[in-house]
């Protein structure tokens, strides 16, 4: 356990001086350019694609957004909070290369999912609020503007909001935790139990506080590594080394 700790630790101050690194490089140069002066939505979560695309994405029960959805499409969602027919989008694609924008259909809301890339560059989103809290959805790269979120119903075992999802070596994906979920659970679903109980984040939880949200998370080939600050302000560390 300890030779594993002093690896954690040398990882993370090796991150640390990777981005100083990088801010001492950049400091002295460069500017800001306004690309596009409106998106139409608010960037509340953002992923670079492998092909130079840009997806971004905004919770779908806050009103209507900026832009249309196209062909005068509409989201038709009885318990929406406001919008129970909303023909705006919620989240788009931003084309780098030429500088512009399409609308996406994104049907559930995506308030404080989580996502992370798959090795062939499909992005996998999980959770969110309300009628997303179970959702999964991915969305898989294109070039010819066809491609659209996929939305898979009871993707997740369990509610996640604020959850933290990684890539495992095998491809799967591991999504740990979120508001009130001390456990963890596999995207696809397995064969095995599909939530496991993870008690390090019961016992690094403070009663009534809202912490533990979006766990810090880093894997190597064999391990994951968990960490989460408490309210003595020590970061407590957990491993996990199967999956």
């Known amino acids: 356990m300890e030779a594993r700790a002093t690896t954690f630790y040398a990882l ?73 027919i909303d023909c705006t989008a919620h989240s788009i694609e931003y084309n780098v290369e030429s500088n512009t924008i399409r609308p996406l ?12 890339l798959r090795s062939d560059g499909v992005l996998v989103q999980t959770g969110g609020d309300r009628d997303g809290e179970l959702k999964a959805r991915t969305f898989s790269p294109c070039d010819d503007n066809e491609c659209d979120w996929v939305e898979i119903n009871n993707g997740l075992a369990r509610r ?15 999504i740990i935790g979120g508001q009130r979920q001390f456990n963890y659970e596999f ?23 809202e912490n533990n949200l979006y766990p810090y998370v880093f894997s ?16 407590s560390t957990m491993l996990i080394t199967k999956w």
């Open 12 to 84: 993370l101050l090796t991150s640390f001086q990777l981005l100083l690194t990088c801010h001492v490089t950049f400091a002295a140069g460069g500017k800001w350019d306004l690309l596009l002066s409106n998106v139409g939505i608010s960037a509340m979560h953002m992923q670079l694609l492998p092909n130079d695309r840009v997806v971004m994405f905004d919770r779908t029960n806050f009103g209507p957004s900026n832009i249309s959805l196209p062909n005068g499409n509409c989201r038709n969602n009885p318990q929406d909070a406001v919008s129970k």
């Open 160 to 174: 996640r909001w604020y959850s933290s999802n990684h890539i495992l070596p095998d491809g799967k994906q591991i």
């Open 187 to 209: 995207f696809p679903k397995t064969t095995s139990p599909n939530v496991i109980d993870l008690p390090f984040l019961a016992e690094t939880n403070d009663r009534g506080e």
């Open 220 to 235: 190597t080939p064999m391990e994951i590594y968990l960490y989460s600050l408490t309210t003595e302000r020590y970061y």
């Open 105 to 116: 259909t994104v049907q559930s809301n995506t308030w404080c999912s989580s996502g992370s």
